[in-house]
């Protein structure tokens, strides 16, 4: 049986087309990590291989990030597999179970730590050399980086290992063989670095910790048998480096390298992907592991072990594997299937959540909550950055503005409203004056007073005429300064054909005239001159 990991950096690096890749690596069982894919993007290419059954574990919070695949010989089909090492992920019946104690994690933090898709366990029967059958558990991961900058993703590393071992050390405690491979993103020894720092602050830091409490630091045959609850007090864990077992001295032995300073060329890099093994299937089946430097393509190289025993297959792949994915499975969907069911109380403003060990504060809500409405406000959040910044501007202070009203288009301008209180202001006042003066002189005679009525009105009546007239007065003016000023404004942008240039004896503009009729053996047309007859044309 072997078996290979490799840090693809992510799965277009197959580009000569991943069937082929993988038959070049000839494993059984080919991890990869740092798919950059999400369920989304998966192709049908990527996922359906001939010969091949895959398993793809994805990032819920972040697009392009992270993500891990097993891929497996059809003469090494898993009889059980199953996503992320919490659990929460598993939906099916074909999981492999055996969890451990997780109480010392909370809700929350399981769930943020199965979010970024780093981990897939395929379980598999083996045939040993003593014809006894047994299962093997392959938990291929991707560990986190802890970026200097977010001392949060420090404590996310940490956590992450310390629930791959709890996952680890339970599998292997219900009597299945455990290997864990992949990018765990931490040197072991100072052997493994190509500028190791200080001796103490090497030692010293929390992820060569855990590696010196997880991995066996003596010979594998110490270890066998024995009760995990004495490994602490023996200074040894329950799984071998397979790579120092074989190679225990070697040097410059790296697996991963910079791009940014072509560190490649010169093989200044460090050894941060492994094949951990339990100590007893490392003595009894590992016949050798090393690297592959020589395969490029990515910032990482494979590194591939050999065991003695072989693959059994399973009658068929698991429910987990890619082939039995609706948009693969060759059958016709439903449309509820690319529906979003959105809860009506994730419409309410709820309260930011701060988680400790997560992404950056943009991703903690996706990942706690990576479907459903999350997903909608995300696409919305998408959407609004597309749009330029001056046009967002505009739209969101017009949004502030109340919608108008249609008739609002057919009111008559605002100087003609100006125009229109006057009148009105003058005629009320007129009209005031005309009842103060009936109500003064109504002590006199009823006939006087019915004549100053009669004399007011013919008065009023003579003034809302004459301002009728002064208002069509100011009005044409005002229209024909406009039409004025839009005739200069043409004028000045369109210039109209250019002037006749002058004759040169005279010196005075020539006529322009126009040939109605065409001439077929013309050679050249002259601008006539205005004092010469017009029977010069040649």
Known sequence: MKIV???????????????????????????????KVTRDLLDEGSAIVDGYNSYFSYSRGRSGYSGVATYCRDSATPLAAEEGLTGLLTNHDGAVGCYGDQTGFSSEELQLLDNEGRAMITKHRIMCQDQEEKTL???NVYCPRADPEKPERKQFKLQF?????????AVLKAGSHVIVLGDVNTSHRPLDHCDPCETNEFEENPGRKWLNEFLHNGSPEDVLDEDPKLAPELNSGRFVDTFRLFHPTRTNAFTCWSTLTGARQTNYGTRIDYIFADCKLAEEQFVATDIMPEVEGSDHCPVWGKLSCSVLPSSKPPPLCTRYLPEFVGKQQKLSRFLIKVDQKSSQP??????????????RTENVNPSGANSVKKRLLAADSVIPKGKKTKMQSSSLKPQGNLLSFFKPKAANLKDQEK?????SSQSDQKA????????????????TEHASDASSQRCTVLDA?????????????????????????????????SCKV??????????????????TLKVLDAKQPPSFIT
Not at 8 to 24: E, W
Not at 350 to 363: A, H, R, T
Not at 423 to 427: H, R
Not at 506 to 523: A, D, Y
Request: net charge neutral; glycine share 6%.
């Open 423 to 427: 009148e009105t202001t003058f005629t």
């Open 469 to 501: 007239d002064k208002q069509k007065n100011t009005v044409q003016p005002t229209v024909a300064q406009s039409k004025g000023a839009s005739l200069g404004f043409w004028k000045s942008v369109l210039h109209g054909p250019p002037p006749a240039p």
């Open 5 to 35: 990991t490799w840090n693809i950096n992510g799965i277009r690096t197959f580009k000569g087309g991943i069937k082929r890749a993988l038959d070049l690596l000839d494993a059984d069982i080919i991890c990869v990590q740092e798919t």
């Open 506 to 523: 005279h010196r005075e503009p020539c006529v322009l005239r126009t040939l109605e009729k065409l001439f077929t053996n013309f050679k």
């Open 436 to 451: 103060k003066t009936s109500r003064d002189l109504s002590a006199v005679t009823p006939a006087a007073a019915e004549e």
């Open 161 to 169: 290992y310390k629930l791959l071992q709890h996952r680890a050390e």
């Open 137 to 139: 558990a392959v938990i």
């Open 350 to 363: 709820e309260q930011k959540i701060v988680l400790p060990g997560s992404q950056e504060d943009d991703e």
